[in-house]
């Protein structure tokens, strides 16, 4: 290092610029990403068996065959939206 | 054999953070000690493992052959010259996706379990066929990581495709996962220019494997066709490979019964006996 690197490391006015340190951006970053991540796979994965459980619950009140019952997972802007669909039989 | 092979995948999601230089280094290292070897490259279309390896001039036939029936395994297997329980099967050159199968893969996987004690699946970057088919079948998964951050949450999004896309999963197995650090920089981490270890364990919550150092020898080793672990000379990424693999294979060994974990046993044991008398 030479004698002006010393110099921007001690004194006062030219000390070494903390935005260097900027791993802690990047972990606090990566811990809302890794999140959102993980939320919207769990979900999506587990979408098959929620449209059968709704399924089941609908069909307590009213016969609905299951093919009738669509759920899913749409993302608009910065929402992520379940949206069920169900087709009633005619009365 | 068949029944204590394991296949493990060598994965990552991100490129360039070196999957292909772990496979190499923990292949050679396992041969090394005397575990029948083999490497397989899933890319479809570069091949890089065969360079990496250093018998880039001896591939006559390819995985796509052996899958379409033009060559035997045995025709398209590289025998490494250095070390006798080392093999290689190359990647094919053609982009033809389709030609890898479930079917096909499975089939080829099997004969191998039957023939060596670790295959190692080396894969390509991404999520696309090629990475698919290298984690489908694998007994346990090594997610190479760099404490950088693309390469962290390609490495989470890896984790999930393990965790529901593998062959294990479907059968309600887990398939143990290992996080394995490259290019690491200490004195970068110590200012606070890079990610740690701790960080990165926090986020993706995967027991360590190893920390591979940023090596200037990683290049030296690839320059001339030498796995890392083979190569002569002293080497901080050398060394941390080796422990790397040591600590692989060491994974399931019960920890040395100390005393203390001896009087612990005997606690527990007297505890279960007392429910069964109430």
Known sequence: MNIFGIFKQNIGIFKQNKSSATATCAKERLKLLVSEQRFRSSVGQSLPYIQQDIAQVLNKYVRVPEEKVNLKLLQRYEQEILELNVVLPFS | ?278
């Open chain 2, 1 to 278: 054999m068949a029944n204590n092979s394991k296949v493990i995948v060598v994965t990552s999601g991100k490129g360039g953070v070196g999957k292909t230089t772990t496979s190499a280094a923990f292949g050679a290292e396992l041969a090394k000690l005397g575990k029948k070897t083999v490497i397989v490259d899933f890319d479809i279309g570069l091949r890089n493992l065969d360079l990496i390896m250093g018998c880039e001039r001896r591939v006559i036939f390819d995985f796509v052959n052996v899958i379409n029936k033009d060559a035997a395994l045995t025709q398209a297997l590289i025998k490494d010259k250095r070390q006798e329980n080392l093999y290689v099967l190359p990647a094919s050159q053609t982009k033809d996706k389709d030609a890898l199968t479930k079917e096909a893969v499975g089939s080829i996987i099997n004969d191998l379990k039957s023939n060596f004690d670790y295959v190692i699946c080396d894969s390509p970057a991404g999520i696309e066929r090629g990475a698919q088919m290298a984690l489908y079948f694998a007994d346990e998964a090594i997610i190479v990581t760099n404490p950088e951050i693309s390469s962290v949450r390609d490495s989470d999004r890896m984790i999930g495709l393990i965790n529901s896309k593998s062959l294990r999963s479907e059968q309600g197995l887990e398939v143990k996962k290992h996080l394995l650090i490259t290019r690491y920089t200490k004195h970068r981490v110590k200012k606070k220019e890079m990610l740690s270890v701790e960080d990165i364990q926090d986020i993706l919550a995967l027991p360590l494997l190893g920390i591979i150092p940023e090596s200037d020898s990683i290049l030296s080793a690839s320059n001339q066709g030498v796995p890392i672990t083979l190569l002569n000379g002293r080497s901080d990424a050398k060394d941390a490979y080796s422990k790397a693999t040591d600590v692989f294979l060491n994974w399931d060994l019960p920890k040395q019964d100390s005393t203390r974990g001896k009087y612990f046993k005997f606690l527990e044991k007297l505890k279960s006996l007392g429910s069964k008398v109430t």
